[in-house]
């Protein structure tokens, strides 16, 4: 199972998904350049629009996941109260990219309490995936 945007909205009403989409920046990377660094804080949750990109973790570079699918979500510890990303996030391809800020994504759930759980049920499910595929690796 994979987490998308699709899968992220499915069961949020329409105004939800625009004023989400409108807190959204859209940005471009290269192949080789960093969104965000281990370590660095986590102010921002992406989908990606389209490229592909891989999460690596430890000095070693160790490549944990990649994001390669249209809407496919990442950056989830700016959600999750975490304050540092627990991976680096490489451009494997040009990067296209929707960003939003933890603050706008906080204050459109506080607008939407009733939201809440889907969404971070969503996210749960995402983290489990991932895990899975760690396991998978090993």
């Known amino acids: 199972m994979l987490i998308d945007q699709a899968d992220l909205f499915d ?15 859209k940005q471009m990377f290269n192949a080789g350049d960093i969104i965000f660094r281990e370590g660095e804080h ?13 999460l690596i973790v430890g ?11 249209p809407g496919e979500a990442f950056g989830w510890s700016s959600l999750l109260d975490r304050n540092y990303y ?3 996030a490489e451009c494997l391809t040009p990067t296209h990219l929707h960003k939003i800020e933890r603050i706008e ?3 459109l759930l506080q607008k939407y ?6 969404f971070y049920k969503k996210i ?3 983290i489990g995936h991932r895990l ?3 396991y998978r690796q090993m």
Do not use: W
């Open 113 to 118: 309490p009733e939201r809440n759980g889907t």
């Open 11 to 25: 069961g949020m009403d329409r105004m939800f998904i625009q004023e989400f989409m409108a807190s959204t920046t």
């Open 132 to 134: 899975i595929e760690c």
């Open 42 to 54: 986590a102010n921002y949750f992406y989908t990606l629009i389209e490229g592909s990109i891989r």
């Open 59 to 69: 000095e070693s570079k160790t490549e944990v996941y990649q994001i390669t699918h």
């Open 105 to 107: 994504l906080d204050k």
């Open 124 to 126: 749960a499910g995402m």
């Open 86 to 88: 627990s991976a680096t």
